[in-house]
């Protein structure tokens, strides 16, 4: 569960990275839209799982790991949908957390075709 907070985040570091980058108004769009939820989406796995479970000393300042950053997002949000899919398949993981997962996972999808539009 840490390493998809981990991709989490490093989605929408590479996003933003990408907004910053572009001089085309259309994807500074895109990469600002594709970052919408993210954090809500983060925090709920967060609170549900690490905290509500006193795991809060898992977070610490590393968080962002640079080796998950990369700056296509289309193949980012594969990587994070095939990581949301194993964990839903967990049978140790109570089904609050697991509507949880499938509701960020069909975020990830929207993000997915959002991400594949030129």
Not at 20 to 39: M, P, V
Request: charged share 30%; with cysteine.
């Amino acid at each position: 569960m840490y390493e998809l907070i981990q991709h989490l985040i490093a989605f929408k570091y590479a996003c933003k990275i990408n907004h910053w980058s572009t001089d085309d108004y259309a994807l500074h769009l895109k990469f600002d839209r594709l970052t919408e939820e993210i954090d809500t989406w983060t925090d709920s796995i967060a609170e549900s799982y690490f905290m509500a479970r006193d795991m809060k000393k898992v977070f610490k300042p590393d968080l962002l790991n640079p080796k998950l950053i990369n700056r296509d997002v289309v193949k980012m949000c594969e990587s994070i949908i095939s990581h949301l899919e194993e964990l839903q398949q967990d049978d140790e993981l109570d089904e609050g957390i697991k509507s949880i997962l499938g509701d960020v996972e069909a975020l990830f999808l929207d993000k997915l075709a959002l991400a594949k539009l030129n």
